[in-house]
């Protein structure tokens, strides 16, 4: 029989009164993809942090190649021959892109003096790209990439390490069609090198797309494991959820009203070109494209948060001047950024200051906030959204990703705006949270809300969108009903 790559053995971690890892068992074989499935706060997290030695186990072994380790340090784990690519990346925005890539295994003319031979430093880079169809120079400075391409330059530094054990922790949540297509291939490889692989994903489309075998997680624990052949996508989410499968996508057909936000010839620079369309009210407007195209720059210009080269924004059919996002905020415009860690959430804060942030003048009772209100609002909105554990006073930054994101959905909730600009919102979130916020999006616009929903997911922007705009190189290069949308279509116009 063979022996396991990597093997958990009645794994268990104590953190708090709510949550705790309870007998972990798990094994990974070489040549093989283990996909870990599980909410938002089930330990999918906690069981890789555990193996990286980030959280010391409480008690339990853990062994590679039948050795037991214990691992101190992400660097300790390194030495162990275990490589993780996290959802927050590290990676040093003052290098080049090869140097970043290549950080672990600098080319040297003098190793002793380390002496980096920069020529072949860029030489083995730029074929490296090549094999993988990557469209990046390797000399730019890694502090000018986007989101996704920070993370395809983490992907690649786990595709030409020497690690034995490598493991993937939401590896698509910020990539397109064109960038899932490279991971895929990377993975492809990996598993014919022999490597053992861990990949912790919300997307039932991937496992069964990449995986061998899928473990499912809930509230600390593991449910059940499957050969991927074998088993039927409702089983996994049955076990996901530990409930029936109910409808995916909730969209409500809502009767749309009048032009509400006009956008008319806006460009920024050589990134935006030419950008007119209008939102209705009680629409939710899909904007989806590749890395690149612009998606999220034309939510930052529309918001304030970058001034466009030219072009005017109408709300209600008057012009708004929008010059930083007090302006949009008033003119009735809210945006979720994707970018949640750095500009959405306020880690050192409380839940309920996170939440109700954006609306504290809704409580001000003769000058001075009333406290029980804002108590109570502030709950109902995390009751809405299932956010967990769910205290007032608990630490944001303490919460896992997919629970810091509905929280950041919560506070533009209450703020009672008309204007949703939401970017990403579902990224990184598990399939029983996304079905929350796709549930609130519904109450939003049959309120009377208007949304624009940016997102890389083709098959959720299709399910939820009343129309769907496709961005291409800075251009708006596709605008359809949803009716007469198709994927094919979508991806025609945005690889095109």
């Not at 806006?266 to 690149?292: H, Q």
Request: aromatic residues 8%.
């Amino acid at each position: 029989m063979n022996v396991p790559a990597l093997m958990l053995k009645n794994i268990n971690k104590y953190m708090s009164e709510d949550f705790s890892l309870n007998s972990i068992n798990l094994d990974l074989f070489y040549g093989e993809v283990h996909a870990l499935i599980g909410e938002n706060g089930s330990g999918k997290s906690m069981i890789i942090n555990v193996i990286n030695g980030i959280f010391k186990k409480d008690s339990g072994q853990i062994y590679v190649d039948g050795q037991e380790i214990n691992a101190n340090s992400v660097y300790e784990a390194k030495k162990l021959g275990i490589h993780s690519v996290l959802q927050d990346v590290a990676l040093y925005p003052n290098l080049s892109i090869a140097e970043n890539v290549y950080a672990d295994k600098m080319p040297y003319k003098n190793e002793l003096l380390h002496w980096i031979d920069y020529d072949q430093l860029i030489y083995n880079c730029k074929e490296l790209f090549k094999d993988l169809n990557i469209n990046l120079n390797p000399e730019a400075m890694l502090g000018s990439l986007g989101y996704a391409q920070l993370h395809l330059v983490e992907l690649i530094k786990a595709y030409i390490s020497d690690a034995r054990i490598i493991i993937f922790d939401e590896p698509t949540s910020c990539f397109s069609p064109v960038e899932k297509a490279v991971l895929y291939q990377v993975i492809h490889e990996l598993k014919k090198r022999k490597k053992a692989i861990i990949y912790i994903t919300h997307s039932l489309d991937e496992i069964e797309q990449v995986a061998d075998r899928v473990t499912v997680i809930y509230q600390g624990k593991i449910i059940g494991t499957r050969n991927v052949t074998v088993t039927t996508t409702e089983e996994i989410i049955e076990l996901m959820a530990m409930t029936e499968v109910g409808k995916r996508y909730p969209k409500l057909d809502i009767p749309l009203g009048k032009t509400i936000m006009s956008v008319k010839d806006l460009s920024f620079e050589t990134v935006l070109s030419d950008i007119n369309f209008d939102l209705r009210k009680g629409e939710i407007l899909g904007v989806t494209g590749l890395a690149g195209s612009g998606r999220s720059m034309l939510a930052k210009c529309i918001f304030g948060v970058t001034k466009p080269t030219t072009g005017t924004i109408e709300v209600n059919g008057k012009p708004a001047t929008i010059h930083e996002p007090y302006d949009a905020i008033r003119a009735g415009v809210a945006l979720l950024p994707e970018d949640r860690i750095n500009s959405s959430v306020f880690g050192s804060l409380s839940l309920q200051s996170n939440v109700s942030i954006a609306s504290l003048r809704r409580f001000v009772q003769h000058m001075v906030i009333d406290p029980y209100i804002l108590a109570d609002v502030s709950n109902s909105y995390v009751e809405k959204l299932s956010i967990k554990p769910g205290n007032a006073d608990d630490i944001v930054r303490t919460y896992s990703g997919g629970n810091q994101q509905k929280m950041a959905v919560a506070r533009w909730m209450m703020s009672h705006l008309k204007i949703y600009i939401m970017d990403e919102p579902t990224r990184g979130v598990d399939i029983a949270s996304k079905t929350d916020i796709y549930n609130c999006m519904v109450d939003m616009v049959r309120k009377g809300a208007s949304i624009i929903f940016i997102s890389s997911d083709i098959d959720e922007i299709m399910g939820m969108c009343d129309r769907i705009l496709v961005m291409n190189s800075g251009k708006l290069v596709c605008d359809v009903p949803r009716a007469q949308a198709s994927k094919e279509l979508i991806l025609k116009y945005a690889a095109k």
